[in-house]
């Protein structure tokens, strides 16, 4: 094979473009639109804070039951995203790229001295473009942080309801397949369900906007989570009744650390008064909350994480390393994340978060690490 045919799936056609920008405008427009709840995101150093409008939940079923319609009239094929994966990989990777220049530019020639525009610049190209130069960036009112992480979430579903469609014109469903699409849109509703939740996360309220978010976002996101897919429709596996239920079991678990550690910090946020398992709630200086899963071990909600990513990968089996991409990248990323976060509240808390480290001295997995 030579290097052009190689190399010709990834050349994005003008389709593929066009199905991207059409995502983009969608999520811009029916954003902007669709009523939603006003979420205050956290208060910034100068004492600004942004609101965001939580409507992701209702943009998903309107998108979803378009592109439904779209496919019973034929105006759409339901397997156009599966058909054209790495022509839409590298239309993104692209994107991303020619955002993130836009996104250096701006803020380089940026004056604006609040929290959420000022520029950061180290004067190291490849560290500003990487991590980005200012906090909140928006483009025509739109918060471009909030936009790329709902614009990944919803691309993973719909990658993968797109693979479930091809999967079922080829039919080769499987036991395994249904239990991989089952748990993402489990998953991935809940995100949406619950994405007021995300105006109090570590990218939402300290990372800057750069190479690195949108990247992870726009591509990272949605290509690399649905591996497990795309590797089912060429591979058959066998479950057994057990594995089934103790696969069902992982996800469940997970899910419960997951959602209840981060609705946990959520609520304690609003109310540090609100009862945590029912009873008032154990709080280290008026700010860092002991109890719940938060006292169990400090960073539990990654823990739930992991248990739902290894979930999303069991129904693979255990032939192959690829399906379980996922959740050992996320381990590595959350591991490193822990530790800039751990550092971030430690400067940030001093003695308050000395203290908690000493009730608390399990990070992610109580009693081993
Ligand atoms: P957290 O939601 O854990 O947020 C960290 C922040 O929470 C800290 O900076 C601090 O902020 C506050 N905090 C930490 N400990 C306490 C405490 N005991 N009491 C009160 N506040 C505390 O982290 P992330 O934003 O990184 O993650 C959110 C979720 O997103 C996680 O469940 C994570 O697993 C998931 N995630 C998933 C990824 C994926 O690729 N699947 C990638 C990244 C995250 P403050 O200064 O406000 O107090």
Redesign the pocket.
Known sequence: MDLESLLHPLIPTWSSVVLLLSFFVYLGFAGSLIPGKIVPG?ILSDGTRLHYRCNGLALLILLVATLEVGVRMKLVSPTVIADRGLELLSATLGFSFLVTLALYVAGRNSHDQGSSLKPHITGNIIHDWWFGIQLNPQFMGIDLKFFFVRAGMMGWLLINLSVLAKSIQSGSLSTSMILYQLFCMLYILDYFFYEE??T???????ERLGFMLVF?DLV??PFT?SIQGWWLLSNKVELTKAAVVANCLVFLIGYRV?RG??KQ?HI??KNPKAPIWGTPPKV?GG????SGY?GIA??C??L???L??LSFSLPCGASSPIPYF?PI??LI??IW??RR?EA??AQ??KDVWAE?CKL?PWRILPYVY
């Open positions: 956290a939740y995300m109090s996360t570590w990218d939402i309220i300290a992870g990272w996101i989570f997951f550690a981060n910090k304690f946020k280290i700010k860092l909350l002991a938060w400090r960073h909600n990654y739930g994480d992991l739902l990513a996922y990248y996320l990323l959350l994340r822990e976060d971030r509240c940030k808390y908690y608390v």
